[in-house]
């Protein structure tokens, strides 16, 4: 179509998915009755596109950036190339500036942004508990500690796409499995059936769920697999130019190939295996859980995490990253197969909850020399002795400020007088600002007064990125933007790399949408992960008041056919 018909049609299409699905009805109703549906079912092999398909499936690539997607994406073989055949949105935008997990998985299916989920971080200081809260924790729980923290999902705000599918069907089942247990939490919500994740030798659940057959076969297998340990992985041809040793204080980068040590469960998840594990982990949910096997569409949430755990320790421009996605490549195209085999006439998604930069030491061999790690006078430690200096202000608990990590959130101690915690933030706000490496910083006050950005994300300003995931009720009393290319932390061999950043790098991700039929395409122009549920909504029919979201149904189907139109 007309570009000038396609801006009409994106400006157009909140309303229009909206209205179609009969969106204005106060409460929460299923679309088009079952009799407006074909009374006969499609075949597996060419299923109509006017019938809802039985299964929903989400993907999410712990920190893929678009970037990634765009070096590697001719490579692929496995299941991104059959991605690659659907509906390709490069620029998918998790628009908001706290570019971490939990913020990022919570946007996927909620479809609202952070500041709305409730989710600002990965954690945040509470000074009520004393301490920084895990975003999947309940620290009402008196069993629950920072180390080891009761996982739960009371912190999400907002429902999930699987929350309202079971509260318009009962019979809808909504089931997510991840190696982490905030993405899986994130991805399912609060009203799912089976929620697994990896916590230190096999796959977990909630306390006081128990551990269901699936779950206990595949640790099994899983155990045989360390106990018994590994070789090396395979360097395709195409990671060959990536494979060059890169110095790190006193380690190296870049040439690591992921051999397994009998009996190693310490570095397990970080290697392609993890994922492989929770590939197989998945497949084995479908039978358990019998997913998409009736009429009632259901929804599988699947977050692989080893993309992340490989970027954090070896960077993502050396061989670690190039093997590990030609096996995640394999490990997607397994997941899809198994599908396929039972019949599942499914929908699938692929995006990230964030995207990621290399190790600043590269980035610089790699023509990027501004990039550099932070300076250490800007960990919340350093900043409390300044600000105590400017101010006079001390804390009773020693340290006056908390946080500073990668959102940039940083908290008060509690116990200060209303006076005292006014001067505080004026002082570190002048600080702050006053540092190089310091792109903005602004106070709660501030971003409090400023509306939540919509429309086209690639454009919003840093106060509107940063207000994306503000809420004052977890976050920060002042917010920190370092410029492009400061990376937080000191580097371990586990950890070089991160995100976290308002910029680009960690903000873009890729959106690939797949169903068997459809007519693919490539649309370069940037939407977001709050796009995703409204998506998914339409295709089942699933209506949803307005407001609901603060994304947009897009329609994934490149033929006439409109899947926003139902
Ligand atoms: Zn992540």
Redesign the pocket.
């Known amino acids: 179509m007309s570009p000038a018909l396609h801006a009409f049609r994106v400006a157009l299409a909140p309303l229009a998915c909206a209205l179609a699905l009969g969106a204005s009805a106060p409460s929460i109703a299923q679309g088009p009755p079952a009799a407006a549906m074909p009374t006969s079912a499609p075949a597996a092999s060419e299923p109509s596109q006017a019938a809802k398909p039985k299964l929903l499936l989400a993907i999410s690539i712990?920190?893929f950036s678009a970037d990634l997607f765009a070096q590697y994406r001719e490579h692929f073989t496995g299941g991104f190339a059959r991605l690659l055949t659907g509906a390709v949105f490069p620029q998918g935008f998790q628009s908001h500036a706290a570019t971490?997990?939990c913020p990022?998985h919570s946007t996927l299916l909620t479809g609202v942004h952070p500041s709305r989920t409730g989710i600002i971080a990965n954690t945040w200081y509470d000074a009520k508990v004393g301490r920084e809260v895990y975003c999947s924790e309940d620290e009402r729980d008196p069993k629950s500690t920072a180390k080891e923290p009761v996982v739960s999902n009371w912190h999400l705000k907002a429902p999930t796409l699987g929350d309202l599918m079971k509260r318009a069907n009962p019979a809808a089942r909504n089931v997510a499995v991840s190696a982490k247990d905030r993405a899986a939490v994130m991805m399912s919500g609060h009203d799912a059936d089976a929620v697994y994740w990896w916590l230190g030798k096999g796959f977990t659940t909630y306390q006081g769920r128990s551990v269901s057959a699936a779950a206990q076969a595949q640790n099994a297998v899983t155990d045989k697999l360390i106990d018994a340990g590994a070789p090396a992985l395979p360097v395709p041809q195409w990671c060959e130019t990536v494979d060059r040793a890169v110095p790190i204080k006193d380690f190296t980068i870049g040439t690591y190939r992921f051999p397994q040590k009998a009996g190693d469960y310490k570095t397990f998840n970080r290697t392609p295996r993890i994922d492989a594990a929770t590939g197989e982990m998945a497949v084995r949910l479908v039978d358990e859980m019998a997913l998409g096997k009736d009429d009632v569409t259901d929804m599988l949430s699947v977050s692989f995490s080893a993309t992340?755990y490989v970027g954090h320790a070896y960077g993502t421009e050396g061989v670690e990253m190039c093997i590990q996605l030609a096996q995640l490549d394999a490990t997607l195209g397994k997941l899809f197969a198994a599908l396929d085999q039972r019949g599942i006439d499914y929908a699938a998604v692929l995006t990230a909850?964030?995207g990621g930069i290399d190790a600043p030491e590269r980035l610089q061999l790699n023509g990027f020399p501004s990039a550099q790690r932070i300076d250490p006078a800007l960990t919340s430690e350093a900043l409390s002795r300044a600000v105590s200096q400017d101010t006079g202000v001390t804390a009773k608990s020693g340290q006056l400020l908390y946080g500073g990590g990668s959102s940039g959130d940083i908290w008060l101690a509690s116990g200060l007088t209303a006076k005292q915690q006014k001067k505080v933030v004026e002082a570190l706000l002048i600080r702050l600002k006053k540092h190089p490496q310091v792109a903005a910083a602004y106070s709660a006050q501030d971003l409090a007064k400023v509306p939540v950005p919509r429309g086209e994300p690639q454009d919003w300003t840093m106060l509107q990125r940063v207000r994306a995931s503000f809420d004052p009720e977890h976050s920060g009393q002042v917010l920190m933007m370092t410029k492009r290319g400061v990376v937080p932390g000191d580097p371990t061999p586990s950890y070089t790399a991160t995100h976290g950043s308002p910029w680009d790098y960690d903000r873009r991700v890729p959106m690939l949408f797949w169903r068997k039929g459809m007519a693919g395409f490539e649309q370069p122009n940037p939407v977001e992960t709050v796009d995703i549920a409204p998506t998914f909504a339409s295709l089942i029919g699933l209506a949803e008041p307005l407001g609901t979201w603060d994304g947009r149904c897009l329609d994934i189907d490149g033929s006439r056919a409109d899947t926003c139109r139902r």
């Open positions: 712990d920190q971490e997990t990022g992340d909850d964030h």
